[in-house]
């Protein structure tokens, strides 16, 4: 298995830190706000990952956190006059009716900040008695030029770091680039105590004491999204490091970005999607199915029409899917025809796909021959094969496995596909409001004005109002 890492700038095989056994460590969301589009890439693209090394046979320890102490935070909860902890815990809970909704499953741990706070001033302790860190006035920076190997992971020098950012003057600090491990508390914020008085954590800091302990030094993979490379991961890599005196993490993968017709997705340009936002309008099976349709290390360019086409693939492999189980009912026990050449196709599918995500995780690759396995399901359907049930459910069974591994549909428990209406939420809610208009409509057809009073009334109690017009019955959301 080979993996792109960015420490190295080069493919590598993988070898794991314990045979067997895979500690992953992937960057998960600051809870202010819904997750959003490029919050989406890294969240299913990890999750991929996750899949396919248990698909390989191997115990992966996948931790993901939630940095529920931070600047962004405290400046929301103030504009919505909240608690900045009660913010936090909302947030959290709505990023985990996306990710279930996008079939991502949950982290072995999800450590939030707030339950770290010892173990991350232990941490900037060590770093200060080290000589890696130093106090300024309740503050506490590292000390960029105690760690010599500062930028090997993004590969720049420390010249062209301090020229290309945009760094605060603060004559406090021994060099421009020193970070904050500490930050001492400013009137109306959220403060916890420490030996160098009330504050809170600096960003990078809290990653580093949670993944080193939940999964030690020189775990397996960190991962994120590329955006976070410098400053964020380059961050951790020097305090870890000079903290422990080990090696942080042996490989670093990072996926690219958004972009939204060739150009950024930001919020100044307007072009800033919620994942909440698109679920209303695409089922979430397309919206995983449209961001794994692109290597993982390339832009991606969101645009409905990618995600119609998205949609008309998965409609394939659905339609596929459910022509096996009609045949599978059908199929004899037994037949007297040869299935070797049959069998053996499939079994080059799968080492197809296997080649495919063993390549640095070419999910758009294993997409494509996904589609090819279809493709050739499709044909002996077509032709009319007569293969034993035993030979069609080896086709189903691959389908399954691809599908387990990719995360598009959800699963039973006995791992067979469940095949949903195919609907985004908002149209199925559109549809059902219809259908119920449409019973009201010939209730009062028939002048059976309890019942279509009833329905009026019912749905005016959930939220709905019916508009009788001349052109029909309209309905809205009350506000």
Not at 179 to 202: H, I, Q, V, Y
Request: hydrophobic share 40%; charged share 25%; aromatic share 10%.
């Amino acid at each position: 298995m080979q993996i792109y890492n960015t420490l190295t700038r080069c493919k590598e095989e993988f070898i794991s830190r314990q045979a067997g056994q895979v500690a992953m460590y992937v960057c998960g969301p600051t809870t202010y706000n819904y997750i959003h589009l490029g919050n989406a890439r890294p969240l299913v693209f990890f999750d991929t990952v996750r899949r396919y090394f248990q698909y390989r046979g191997y115990r992966v320890i996948y931790v993901q956190n939630f940095t529920d102490i931070d600047d962004k935070i405290i400046k929301r909860a103030q504009e919505e006059k909240m608690d900045a902890m009660a913010l936090a815990e909302k947030y959290v809970q709505e990023y985990f009716l996306d990710a279930d909704a996008l079939n991502v499953l949950r982290a072995d741990v999800h450590p939030r900040v707030s339950a770290h706070l010892p173990e991350i001033i232990d941490m900037v302790q060590r770093l200060v008695e080290r000589g890696h860190a130093y106090v300024v006035d309740g503050d506490v920076y590292f000390d960029i030029l105690s760690f010599p190997a500062y930028g090997k992971l993004s590969g720049r020098r420390l010249e062209e770091m301090q020229a290309g950012a945009r760094v605060e003057v603060d004559e406090r600090k021994k060099h421009p680039m020193d970070f904050a491990l500490w930050k001492a508390a400013k009137p109306g914020e959220p403060a916890w105590d420490s030996p160098w008085g009330p504050g809170r954590p600096g960003w990078h800091i809290e990653c580093s004491a949670m993944s080193l302990k939940y999964l030690g030094t020189g775990f397996d993979i960190h991962g994120g999204g590329s955006d976070l490379i410098f400053p964020h991961h380059e961050n951790e890599v020097a305090q870890s490091e000079a903290a422990t005196g080990q090696p942080f993490a042996r490989y670093w993968m990072h996926n690219g970005f958004i972009t939204v017709n060739q150009e950024k997705m930001s919020k100044s340009l307007g072009n800033f999607f919620l994942v909440r936002e698109i679920l209303a309008k695409y089922p979430p099976a397309v919206v995983r199915f449209f961001l794994l349709g692109t290597h993982y290390r390339s832009p991606l360019d969101f645009d409905d029409q990618k995600l119609e086409a998205a949609g008309k693939g998965l409609e394939r492999v659905r339609n596929c899917y459910r022509l096996l189980e009609e045949r599978l009912m059908q199929a004899p026990e037994q037949t007297s025809g040869d299935e070797s050449d049959w069998l053996a196709e499939l079994g080059r599918r799968r080492q197809q796909f296997i080649a495919a995500m063993d390549d640095d995780f070419n999910t758009a690759l294993a997409v494509g021959i996904l589609f090819d396995l279809v493709s050739d399901i499709n044909a002996a359907l077509h032709r009319g094969e007569v293969f034993s049930r035993q030979a069609w459910q080896a086709a189903r069974k691959l389908v399954e496995e691809f599908n387990n591994v990719l995360g598009i549909f959800k699963t039973a428990p006995d791992g067979k596909i469940i095949l949903d209406s195919g609907m985004a939420a908002g149209e199925l809610t559109e549809r059902l409001i219809q259908l119920i208009i449409d019973l009201r409509q010939q209730a009062r057809a028939k002048k059976d004005w309890a019942t279509a009073d009833k329905i009026r009334d019912d749905l005016k109690a959930l939220g709905i109002i019916l508009e009788d017009t001349p052109k029909g019955v309209r309905w809205k959301c009350s506000s």
